[in-house]
């Protein structure tokens, strides 16, 4: 059991180039998250999907999508990458009305 | 909007000793989760202790508890006979009933030996 996966775990990346942060979920959970980390900013929800088939804007969208592939995975697309999308970027699923489960987070530098 | 609100950046303690975590939050929502999470130097989130909003009684795991007070909004995390391994992050997070969560900035806690 796996809980939350995430790949890769480091990426840098040059001003305009794309990438997509994968996100898998072993556990049955419904619910799926991405947040970025800032210092001093606590977590912030970029996207979350309530269950499969469906995603919502969080707190700061701007400068991503995302895909609810299937019940296990949700990834996050850069489509054109700016320095202040550098953080740390974390994936979570929960079960309805329950904890998050986290990732273990990627480090993502834009240059 | 719903918000939350961690107004201690830095906090430390002594090995042994007593340390209380505040959090304070906003919604006009009735049914509602909160919780603590712990984010050491690893990085990993890990969960301290959960409280739903239309439970009384305050939440104890160990030597962590809350003070849940629903109606002055506040949820203070109390952290008794401190460890070396306590030193993290600590983030208040708050759910929804659509299940969205927000966090606060968090707060550092050193615990000194």
């Known amino acids: 059991n796996a809980g939350v996966t995430q790949t890769p775990k480091f990426q840098v990346l040059k001003t305009g180039q794309s990438m997509t942060l994968q996100c898998a979920q072993d556990?049955?959970?419904?619910?799926m998250y991405w947040y970025r980390q800032d210092p001093g900013m606590g977590l912030r929800l970029i996207y979350y999907?309530?269950?499969?088939?469906?995603?919502d804007k969080g707190e700061v969208p701007n400068g991503y999508n995302v895909s609810r592939l299937n019940k296990r995975e949700f990834s996050l697309r850069l489509e054109s990458a700016a320095p202040s999308q550098t953080s740390v970027y974390f994936c979570?699923?929960?079960?309805?009305?329950?904890?998050?489960?986290f990732g273990p987070g990627t480090r993502l530098t834009v240059t | 909007a719903q918000t939350v609100t961690q107004s201690q950046p830095e906090m430390s303690v002594q090995e042994a000793e007593t340390v209380t975590l505040s959090c304070t939050y906003d919604?006009?929502?009735?049914?509602?989760?909160l919780f603590w999470y712990k984010q050491p130097p690893s990085r990993q989130m890990i969960l301290v202790i959960r409280?739903?909003?239309?439970?009384?009684q305050n939440a104890t795991e160990n030597r962590f508890s809350v003070n849940f007070q629903k109606a002055a909004k506040s949820f203070s995390l109390k952290i008794s006979d401190s460890q070396l391994g306590d030193t993290a992050m600590y983030f208040c997070?708050?759910?929804?009933?659509?299940?969205?969560?927000?966090f606060g900035t968090g707060t550092s806690l050193t615990v000194i030996p």
């Open positions: 979570a699923s929960s079960p309805f009305s329950d904890e998050q489960y």
């Open positions: 556990m049955n959970h419904n619910s």
């Open positions: 999907s309530a269950s499969e088939g469906t995603t």
């Open positions: 919604t006009s929502e009735s049914n509602y989760y």
């Open positions: 409280q739903e909003a239309y439970k009384q």
């Open positions: 997070a708050f759910m929804m009933s659509s299940n969205q969560f927000y």
